[in-house]
């Protein structure tokens, strides 16, 4: 009876910390990182495959491929997003950019001010542009983008070059 007793308490702790241990082995270090840091897990897709964060704060995201997604507006992310990470902010970022009217336009920085606005600046270059928070609640699916890459591209570097002309100085 006591054998019995102690295999069947050693069983339910088995399954009290499979419990405990099962979600864990589910969890999303890279989401999860961007939340402990003020920021919505939603920024970045499903698909990522890794990170490294340096310990100068530079984060490196690593996606499978090229990926377009859909919030409001269309944000393409290249297989590498780089960008500096502190609380509320992701600045200096490198490989995403925002689909404005028809141009594709680099994404600078992401900043939270202030979570209790519910509202995220998407810094893109030449203005601050306000979004609500809550499109960015859950990562997004991303679909792979193969055609038509060269025509962001080409958007991207002629914002560029017109930045460099006119827009530099404003900035
Ligand atoms: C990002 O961090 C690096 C290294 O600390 C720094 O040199 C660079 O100026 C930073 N960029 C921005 C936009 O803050």
Known sequence: MA??????TAFLMLLGILMVVLPLAHCDPIHDL????GLPAGLLPKAVKSYTLHENGLLE????R????????????????KGNLSYG???????LSQKELFLWLPVKGIVVDDPSSGVILF????AHKQLSLS??????????????????RSGILQMDDRKQKGFEDQR
């Open 135 to 152: 499109l960015f609640d859950d990562p997004p699916d991303c679909e792979p983008k193969v055609h038509g890459t060269q025509s962001f």
């Open 61 to 64: 995201v690593f996606l499978d």
């Open 34 to 37: 961007l939340r402990d840091n």
């Open 89 to 95: 902010e992701l600045v200096g970022l490198e490989g």
């Open 66 to 81: 090229p990926c377009l997604a859909k919030y409001e507006d269309r944000v393409y992310f290249e297989s590498v997003v």
């Open 123 to 126: 810094d893109i270059g030449v």
């Open 3 to 8: 054998v019995q007793q102690s295999r069947l």
